[in-house]
């Protein structure tokens, strides 16, 4: 064991002092001893508390979990080039699109929406309504794709089975 003592280093009996001086010096040195061994074997198992080699002997299977669910997270954690280019390119529409839409909003109307021609026909006008009502779900939508906090439903569960429906029985009149 680590934390043993070995029978080389355990204290010798010594023989009994005559005098009471000599019995506490005794006792002073096998005191002394004492506290050289035990902050000996604390450096020692201390050492082996902190060794990941001793606990990988020790707990191999708790070790190899450790071992991948630190994977796992550095994995998750860091961000790979393909999403750091297409966060990039994200960021970029976005302030284009801002700027043009800054823009827009210099032109248009005093009731805030864009002249449409007198000619334009009836499917022209209701498209033009319509991007004006979506758009600020178009933008908020680039903006938390930017940001990162993407909500994603849940994949859905493998486990469910679909089970068959049976009409309702029906009831006499």
Same mark, same amino acid.
């Given at each position: 064991?680590?934390? $043993?003592? &070995?029978?080389?280093?355990? &204290?010798k009996t010594?023989?009994?002092?005559g $005098?009471?001086?000599?019995?506490?010096?005794?006792?002073?040195?096998?005191?002394?001893?004492?506290?050289?061994?035990?902050?000996?074997?604390?450096? $020692?198992?201390?050492?082996?508390?902190?060794d990941?080699?001793?606990?990988?002997?020790a707990?191999?299977?708790?070790?190899?979990?450790?071992?991948?669910?630190?994977?796992?997270?550095?994995?998750?954690?860091? &961000?790979s080039?393909?999403?750091?280019?297409?966060?990039k390119?994200?960021?970029?529409?976005?302030d284009?699109?801002?700027?043009e839409?800054?823009?827009?909003a210099a032109?248009?109307?005093?009731n805030?929406h864009?002249?449409?021609?007198?000619?334009?026909?009836?499917?022209?006008?209701?498209?033009?309504?319509?991007?004006?009502?979506?758009?600020?779900?178009?933008?908020?939508a680039i903006?938390?794709a930017?940001?990162?906090?993407?909500?994603?439903?849940?994949?859905?569960?493998?486990?469910v089975t679909e089970?068959?429906?049976?009409?309702? &029985?029906e $009831?006499p009149?």
């Open positions: 064991m680590a934390g $043993t003592t &070995p029978p080389s280093a355990a &204290p010594p023989s009994k002092p $005098t009471e001086s000599q019995f506490l010096q005794q006792q002073a040195d096998e005191a002394q001893r004492a506290i050289s061994r035990t902050i000996s074997l604390l450096g $020692t198992n201390a050492g082996h508390g902190v990941p080699r001793v606990w990988t002997r707990h191999p299977i708790v070790a190899l979990g450790a071992a991948a669910a630190g994977g796992f997270l550095a994995v998750n954690l860091m &961000p080039a393909q999403q750091r280019e297409l966060r390119s994200l960021r970029k529409s976005f284009e699109l801002k700027q839409i800054a823009g827009d032109k248009a109307g005093s805030g864009h002249d449409v021609p007198k000619k334009a026909g009836l499917l022209s006008q209701v498209m033009h309504e319509l991007m004006i009502i979506v758009r600020p779900a178009i933008i908020t903006s938390t930017i940001a990162g906090n993407r909500h994603e439903p849940p994949p859905p569960s493998e486990n089970q068959p429906t049976e009409p309702p &029985p $009831t009149l």
